[in-house]
């Protein structure tokens, strides 16, 4: 199997989960910024909006090789935080679990950002 190809796999794998979750945050706004505020963080409906998008776009952006670098800073920046903000009670086991799994992730965006998106992408078609 080509680089390309493994490259192309892994920004699928990558992108999966945040198309889905911000697809799930979009529909579901008000219960999204609910749940933002009962972490405490600040203006919960603007949050929702910023993070849906953040996710679905930014998910998007990786899976199809577009812009892919931005697409891979932001949503390292975003998995890195929502880490320590929403999965930084290390006393449940789950929540344990989620934070390495959120810092394994950010780890592959880092990889992304570093080599780019491979040859099966739009980001090389416009080069």
Same mark, same amino acid.
């Given at each position: ?28 706004? #008000? #219960?999204?910024? #609910? ?71 950010? #780890? ?20």
């Amino acid at each position: 199997m080509s680089n390309d190809v493994i490259v192309l796999l892994g920004r699928i794998l990558l992108a999966i989960i945040f198309i889905f979750s911000g697809f799930g945050k979009l529909t579901d706004l #008000g #219960g999204t910024a #609910g749940y933002f505020g009962g972490l405490g963080l600040p203006l919960p409906q603007a949050t929702a909006w910023l993070v849906a998008l953040v996710e679905f776009l930014g998910g998007l952006g990786v899976l199809v090789g577009f812009q892919t670098r931005i697409s891979a800073v932001l949503l390292a920046i975003f998995t890195f935080a929502s880490a320590f903000i929403a999965h930084f009670n290390f006393a449940d086991q789950m929540q344990l679990i989620q934070f390495l799994k959120n810092l394994a992730i950010t #780890g592959g965006f880092l990889a992304l950002i570093a080599h780019g998106p491979g040859a099966l992408s739009i980001d090389s078609r416009r080069r």
